[in-house]
């Protein structure tokens, strides 16, 4: 009786570590290596996500570099991350604020009332490599500006890898589901 328990724990177990093979690959070019887009000139460079060292390294690279003259950060209203505290928000052709709600969607919402009151064609958006996918999907489906969704990498040990699948999966799940935020509540 005890061979066959045994045998099938040893499928199960091997049908688990097989099923979790097949995601951690199907997730690489999903949330590892998204295809990369041309980054080009824009009017405008958004930092969206908190701004971590990652993303204001590359924002203001970009801005030195003159491909946007002007940069919008969304930061939270407390914190070490608000406008008040976040040294890039105190220099000039940098605005931070805050979307309402402090999520994806409500960034983008942000950008759609944002771009035409500031006279942005074309934006950068700068987020770290596992939301991608995401920001890009929320971006075709609530956004009707050019804008272009560029990674910014930054070290993640394999448990916040295994977070980001599975969070980034819901949330993407979530974005489908849910209607586009309201840019005029902002």
């Known amino acids: 009786m005890r061979a066959p328990t045994t045998r099938v724990a040893a499928i199960a177990a091997g049908v688990i570590v097989a099923l979790i093979g097949v995601v951690a690959l199907a997730g690489l070019p999903l949330y590892v290596f998204p295809p990369a ?80 009151a500031h006279d942005v064609d074309r934006t950068i958006i700068l987020t770290f490599t596992p939301h991608v996918l995401r920001t890009r999907y929320i971006l075709e489906k609530c956004y009707h500006g050019d804008a272009t969704v560029v990674a910014v990498d930054q070290h993640l040990s394999l448990a916040d890898w295994i977070y980001q699948y599975a969070y980034q999966s819901f949330a993407l799940v979530k974005a489908w589901i849910t209607p586009c935020a309201d840019s005029s509540d902002l």
Do not use: M, N
């Not at 930092?47 to 990652?54: M, N």
């Open 37 to 116: 887009e041309p980054i080009g000139k824009a009017d405008l460079v958004y930092v969206i996500g908190p701004p971590q060292k990652y993303r204001v390294e590359v924002e203001r690279a970009l801005r030195a570099e003159g491909v946007a003259g002007h940069s919008l950060y969304s930061v939270p209203t407390h914190g070490g991350w608000s406008a008040a505290r976040l040294p890039v928000c105190h220099e000039e052709g940098v605005d931070c604020v805050h979307p309402e709600p402090f999520t994806t969607k409500g960034e983008i919402a942000l950008l759609t009332k944002y771009a035409p």
